[in-house]
């Protein structure tokens, strides 16, 4: 077969996969069987699945509702001060136990029976458990114990709650790595508050968004806005860090070299356009927070949670998938806890560069869709993956596509493809 | 009890901010406001919460004249124009010579192989004063959106 390993299809036929890391075919963005293996292999695998932040949930009782692939489940603050997760899913019928995204509960009831759950979402009582005047009820042996919805183990790691159900997957920084495990503790070095939270429906498979996300060979090239302010460009230093699985990644860009750069005007390229100035440049001032004059570090975390430090502005994604080709990605805009008011206006200013309807990420948006539209009829094809090479080592240069194959390599490793 | 004539210039303003996108006149719209104001686009759950951050946020004329251009020059997004409904105006308290008042809008967007969607549904939190020609102009319009969702992406204003 040299080395080309082989996918059964829904119809049983066996779909072949080219060797190596530098091509992607189309079907993977496509099938219901692979959506679905995705929820087993992937989500409900050993990996960490990002759940909230630790000041969402800072009492005992505080909740938040969140997502890992297609599951809902529950993050609560227990009486221990553990934070516990469990499956949003009521033991007797299925329904939602909990309705809403966020708040503090002594405990939690289903609505459909009232069935009630502790905190840390096992199964304390059943409605009429006895029956009624004698009649009815659950069998005398009914355990309690013994159903109840899937719990999740968790972990904090510089305020970010994980989650997992697998018993395999690592301690946290094993999984990230050490390189990756300090790339988050140094945009995450003192306590945080979320300053907005919106949530971005986007016509694609989930996995097409990741890639954006690593894909660090693109930035400069479809976001005009930040090539034109020299925001960020490839010839700009920095470079992409891959963690040993492929897995993670953290890109950088240091602040710019004074020396004129023609490295895009030189190539005809469209994201070169002196003509284009801000009238009001407040929003490209930049505060060097952290020292080390990196103006832009985007990190993600195997599957589904990108840190995103643009400048002053800091943001956290969750990708939640939704069907073969829709997804939600679910922002959330940080400051620090201790911001002076001066710097919380330039994060309010700087938080034009994200989200929907960001200078630089609004293309984002529309890209993944334009992706699975242009595939629609070539599920056999392949994307081309081989920028900077076929590996998926670290390297000191943007214009690799290294993290994007490091994310099929941790992809293939988990579905057995 | 409303002048009137206040509401009718505050129902005048708004059909002509809602002509001015929705016939792609972007170049016009910071015209509508004041070089000192605040515009943001936010959704209701993050006012309620009093989260400060909004998917647009301009606090001078200037920056909305930078929205304008960068979706003219840089930004990539697919042909489409929105269709602004702005319900009757409510006017809140006058404090000084500035009149507070909202409004309820509602966006649909056609997209450019002819599919509408339901873009967005909210109010309109304005504050407005005359200028020195007595024109009414906006100090502060905050978009609160009923969803916190935005589809794809938001490149024109709301």
């Keep these: ?417 | 009890m409303t002048e009137p004539a206040t509401l009718l210039r505050l129902a005048t303003l708004n059909t002509a901010y809602a002509a001015c996108i929705d016939a792609d006149r972007l170049e016009d719209w910071p015209g509508f406001f004041h070089e000192r104001c605040l515009y943001k686009i936010t959704t209701a759950d993050n006012h309620k919460r009093g989260y400060a951050a909004g998917v647009v946020y301009a606090d001078s004329r200037a920056m909305l004249h930078d929205r304008v251009s960068a979706l003219r020059q840089a930004n990539i997004y697919e042909r489409q124009n929105y269709r602004h409904i702005v319900g009757m105006p409510s006017v809140g308290a006058t404090e000084g010579n500035e009149i507070s008042a909202e409004a309820p809008f509602l966006v649909v967007r056609t997209m450019r192989d002819g599919r509408m969607d339901l873009f967005a549904t909210g109010v309109y939190l304005d504050r407005l004063r005359e200028d020195a020609d007595g024109a009414l102009r906006f100090t502060e319009r905050l978009v609160i959106c009923d969803s916190s969702r935005f589809d794809t992406l938001l490149a024109i204003p709301l």
């Design chain 1, 1 to 417: 077969m040299d080395g080309t390993s082989v996918q059964p299809g829904l119809d049983g036929s066996a779909r072949p996969w080219p060797p190596g890391l530098t091509r992607v075919p189309f079907w993977v963005y496509q099938e219901r069987d692979i959506a679905r293996q995705e929820q087993a292999r992937i989500f409900q695998g050993p990996v960490w699945n990002f759940l909230c932040l630790e000041v969402d949930v800072p009492n005992t009782g505080d909740f938040r509702t969140t997502i890992v692939g297609e599951m809902p489940v529950v993050v609560v603050r227990g009486d221990n001060g553990a934070v516990h997760a469990f499956e949003n899913r009521c033991a007797h019928r299925g329904a939602l136990i909990c309705l809403e995204d966020g708040g503090s509960a002594r405990d939690f009831a289903c609505v459909y029976h009232a069935w009630r759950y502790d905190l840390c979402g096992n199964l304390t009582s059943v409605a009429f458990r006895h029956g009624v005047n004698g009649q009815g009820g659950m069998a005398k042996d009914f355990d309690m114990a013994a159903i109840g919805p899937r719990k999740l183990r968790t972990t904090i790691f510089c305020g970010l709650v994980f989650g997992t159900l697998s018993s395999a997957t690592p301690p946290i920084e094993d999984y990230l790595g050490e390189a990756i495990s300090a790339r988050v503790r140094r945009v995450l070095k003192k306590p945080v508050e979320v300053i907005g939270r919106f949530i971005q429906p986007l016509p694609n498979n989930w996995k097409l968004y990741m890639e954006n996300v690593k894909d660090t060979y693109h930035a400069s090239l479809l976001h005009l806005f930040f090539a034109t302010f020299r925001i960020t460009r490839l010839s700009q230093g920095g470079g992409v860090l891959v963690s040993e699985s492929g897995a993670h990644h953290a890109s950088t860009t240091l602040a710019p070299a004074q020396a004129a750069d023609t490295t895009y005007r030189d190539a005809g390229l469209r994201s070169d356009n002196a003509s284009f100035r801000l009238a009001d440049p407040g929003l490209l001032e930049i505060r060097d927070e952290w020292g080390d004059g990196i103006q832009l570090q985007i990190l993600s975390v195997f599957p589904g949670f990108v840190l995103q430090q643009i400048h002053n502005c800091l943001a956290v994604r969750q990708i939640v998938p939704r069907g073969v080709d829709a997804m939600d990605l679910h922002w959330t805009y940080l400051g620090f806890a201790n911001d002076t008011p001066d710097l919380r206006a330039l994060r309010l200013k700087q938080c034009n560069l994200v989200g929907p309807a960001g200078f630089v990420s609004m293309e984002d948006g529309c890209v993944g869709g334009f992706v699975q539209r242009g595939t629609a009829a070539a599920e056999d094809a392949e994307s081309v993956v081989e920028m900077g090479g076929s590996g998926t080592e670290t390297q000191t240069t943007r214009a690799t596509e290294a993290a994007v194959r490091g994310f099929w390599k941790e992809w293939r490793g988990l579905m057995g493809i």
